[in-house]
């Protein structure tokens, strides 16, 4: 069996196939590393303030600050999310805000994936991925845990949200172009005394059916109320990969 182990270890070091990046196979586990390398960063605290990629990446952050309801429109990649559950971040962080709220309607892209088994919580957890991924990015995973266990960060569904008043708080309301009017009009209503709602979403992405999607018709009626700011990302604003803002174009 010695043997046979010393042979693998020999042929492996005479392999002809190279690593893609140097170092990643080293004693050290050093290598080309996405988040720079960082071996705790699933138990790191991210609470250092996000910068601008472009100018209506900056409109969108003042509009956040200066305004107590924000509804940002742009495609897939602009950062619309991020930015938003950043801002709600460091809104609590400073005290502003006493908890934070996210919502996201349980609309299926595209196509049925059955029924879920589990309880509320693990039923929504598909949907609300991708809110947990930006939240463990800005807080990590130890401490987002904490707070959602003593309710100082809520994630719900739409559904959930109507007869709610929601005061000392900071409102996200994501993929609302999967929300009807009458959703966003219920949704916008919860608005209490000394909180902060963001509505995000692309309105050219809808799950719904033709003109069920209230998204667009309610930004255009809000852009005349005084107070309110609505922000319109384009395709030079997104920050994804290259191909994109390069696909959507054609798409």
Known sequence: MAKRS??????????TVHPLFPGMSSPAGTGWDPLGGS???RDQSYLRKIKPQNPNQKLLMDAIKTHNLVVALGPAGTGKTYIA???AVEALESGSVDRI???R?????????????GDMHEKMAPFLRPLYDALTDRLGSKRLRMMMADGTIEIAPVGFMRGRTLNNAFVVIDEAQNCTYAQIKMLLTRLGWHSTMVLTGDPDQTDLLDNLSGLADIARRLEAVEGIAVARLTEKDIVRHPLVASMLTVL
Not at 6 to 15: C, F, M, R, T
Not at 108 to 116: P, Q, R, T, V
């Open 101 to 103: 709220v996210l919502s």
């Open 39 to 41: 071996d705790d960063r």
């Open 6 to 15: 010393s042979k693998g270890i020999a042929a492996a070091d005479d392999s």
């Open 105 to 117: 309607p349980a609309i299926e892209a595209g196509e049925s994936i059955g029924y879920l088994p």
């Open 85 to 87: 559950i950043s801002s």
